[in-house]
């Protein structure tokens, strides 16, 4: 029997889920709700929607303690979990930053040094105070800002999974554009999904080369790069993936993969590795047991693939 396929746009991502079963009609029904969901979630998260509630609180939190859903709380909580064990190389409050380089909805820019301080000082995540108490929220100090776009999807389509789940949906793969990919169960007749990872290549319309096949079964995998969205100025590239420590893009790595059954912690953490790149590695696939983590770094013209756990097909 043919798959299901339902898709939506949110997130200024296309999310795609395709579906196997005996009944077409409740696997598209499921489908639907979990789209919904998804939907659901870029109202309540977006950063650009006025009425979202993240733009509530970027907007009242610095004035005095503000309460949220449950729901948001605990992603909140979760985020400052994964900024302490990634050292800050992950960071929910990297917005400033983000406008600073002009990568807030724009191309990139080059800031001047003291842009680049004033932002710093608005980052980190010891600016957020929340309360567990009353599900409070409260910033540290004006200009503060909260920016999901390095955690949102990932959690986006685990939520979609958990709608699927409910509704007895066991084969399913769940992909937010290039970045996050969720597999329910094997598709019929095979042990795993199996996801191919392009080579990174700074040419925008090169020909595709396979870097790995991964398999995925009640699994999910993020991939985070810098190619593709980013500028040059005196022959230096600079991505969209901020270091929140130092205030400046990440350099020297252009690919970082992540593979856990979480895909909230699997797109979080694959920001951080981007961000630490091959001398953090090792620390971050310590995180959790059974993490699977792929590195691809920059070395002149030259590119340098580390992986753990998968494996690599071919490089560049």
Request: proline share 7%; aromatic share 4%; with cysteine.
């Amino acid at each position: 029997m043919p798959p299901v396929t339902v898709a939506c746009h949110a997130m200024a991502t296309r999310f795609e889920i395709v579906l196997h079963g005996e009944k077409p009609a409740a696997l598209r029904a499921a489908g639907e709700e979990a789209l919904a969901q998804i939907e659901q979630l870029e109202a309540q998260l977006s950063l650009f929607r006025a009425s979202s509630e993240i733009a509530h609180l970027n907007a009242r939190a610095a004035k005095g303690p503000i309460r949220v859903t449950p729901g948001l709380f605990a992603l909140l909580q979760r985020a400052q979990k994964l900024c302490a064990e990634s050292s800050g190389a992950f960071d929910i409050t990297i917005a400033p930053l983000v406008r600073c380089w002009g990568y807030q909805g724009g191309e990139g820019r080059l800031p001047r040094p003291e842009e680049v301080a004033e932002a710093r000082a608005k980052v980190g995540t010891a600016l957020v105070r929340l309360n567990p108490a009353d599900l409070t929220v409260q910033f540290a100090r004006e200009g503060v800002m909260l920016n999901l776009g390095a955690i949102g999807k990932g959690y986006a389509v685990e939520r979609a999974a958990e709608v699927l789940r409910e509704a007895g949906v066991t084969r399913a793969l769940i992909h937010g554009g290039t970045s996050t990919v969720q597999a329910l169960g094997p598709p019929p007749g095979e042990e795993f999904w199996k996801i191919a990872i392009e080579t990174p290549s700074p040419v925008p319309d090169a020909s595709p080369t396979l870097l790995a096949t991964v398999p995925l079964k009640e699994e999910a995998m993020s991939v985070s790069g810098v190619w593709g969205n980013s500028f040059q100025v005196g022959g230096r590239t600079y991505g969209h993936i901020i270091d929140p420590r130092t205030g400046e893009p990440a350099i020297g790595t252009v690919l970082a993969v992540v593979v856990l059954p979480s895909a909230t912690e699997t797109d979080a953490l694959s920001t951080a590795l981007l961000t630490l790149g091959a001398a953090g590695h090792d620390a971050i696939a310590r995180l959790r047991p059974g993490m699977r983590t792929l590195v691809v770094s920059e070395f002149g013209a030259q590119l340098q693939v580390e992986a753990k756990g998968i494996t690599v097909r071919s490089a560049g």
